[in-house]
């Protein structure tokens, strides 16, 4: 074969690769379409990374494969797809802590147990101390983590200044750093990577994925879930139902009568144009109320605490920006050329003590998974696992028990506001 022919032969081959064309001249399909049955084992309402971790826990810890996983929009959709990726497991209470520890040891072989790349970067996450409550809190939390074998310790301005170098440690900064809870087990990860990873796993245990499939009612007879009713007029049978939805959470367990103390706030990010790789460490500040990281690409994602007042809006405002922007540059005054890309909101659904729902409740087949707050996609593999073991056991597993509905009405409550108010 010629030069010519060589190139024209390599190029070939490589536009069948890059568009996908395959023998059939498609992509292969993550995972199948599939007409509805009338009837499944479970139907799980919501299908981001919680209602499709738990659908692959159940086919692949417990052997439950007819499973309806219904998502009124596209997979990944809402706070799944919205959300800054960032993981860590250094929470306050011990109850807090061991659950979050445990997604983060799921999250550490999912790329292998999916054979699906999340990429997964455990780069270390700090969180700053701009005063001495402040600090005597990073303490706090630093033993409790101890405690329960996780890595986190608090470290001073030098240290925090050899981690990233473009941080103002100076004392003559408005908010001073005293110091930081650093927690090396904390990183980065891709959504989508791991919304779609448990998507085709899920599909290859046999598992119904329904995009564009819009729960509208849940049918209950004698205090029992029979099944549920969609946009598109269909009504589905099922003995099980579960709520693994986000900033809806209320609205679908008010079709079975089931009160949430939950309130819905929008949760606002935005991410820069790419730059050359400088921050190793994910960094958060509570008292300037924001965070950032750096992704694989370059960019670097700001978010901040939930808006003050509740609403459904998934639009940004200028407000939230020039706040943003301004304390962001308290941190590292060096970024102040950057130019910002894009801007967006997710709905957090908040519990009084910042910790999830989950489990039981009154109404017999229907469960939750709900609460989340800004910290779900943290919890996404061991919700799943948990939640999974809970419907096919008939009972919450020990690592969720602290969470249940119950908790509110009997004052059990887990109180996670000082590691989970801005703590990405």
Known sequence: MSRKGQRTSRYSAWSLVRHGLGAGGEWERAFR???????????????????????HYLAENHGITDIAVLEKSYIGSGGSGRNTAILRSNYLTPEGVRFYDRSVKLYEHLAADLNFNVMFSQRGHMTLAHNDSSLRTMHWRAEVNKLQGVDS??????EIKKLVPYMDVSTSTRYPILGALYHPPGGIIRHDAVVWGYARSADAHGVHIHQGTEVVGIDVTANRVTGVRTADGRRISAPVVVNCTAGWSTLISDMVGVDMPVQTFPLQAAVTEPVKPFLDTVVVSGTLHTYVSQTDRGELVFGASVDPFASYSTRGSLDFVEGLAGHVLELMPALSKMRLLRQWAGLCDMTPDYSPIMGLTPVEGFFVDVGWGTYGFK??????????????HGKPP??????????????????EKGAAAVGH
């Open 379 to 392: 919890a996404g593999p061991v919700s799943g696992e948990a939640m999974a073991a809970c419907i096919a």
């Open 153 to 158: 310790s608090v470290i001073d301005p030098g």
């Open 33 to 55: 379409h599939h007409t509805p049955k009338q009837a499944y084992d479970v139907v799980i309402i919501g299908g981001g990374v919680h209602g499709l971790a738990t659908a």
């Open 398 to 415: 020990e690592i969720i028990a602290a969470f249940g509905l119950d908790r509110f009405e009997e004052g059990r409550l887990v109180g």
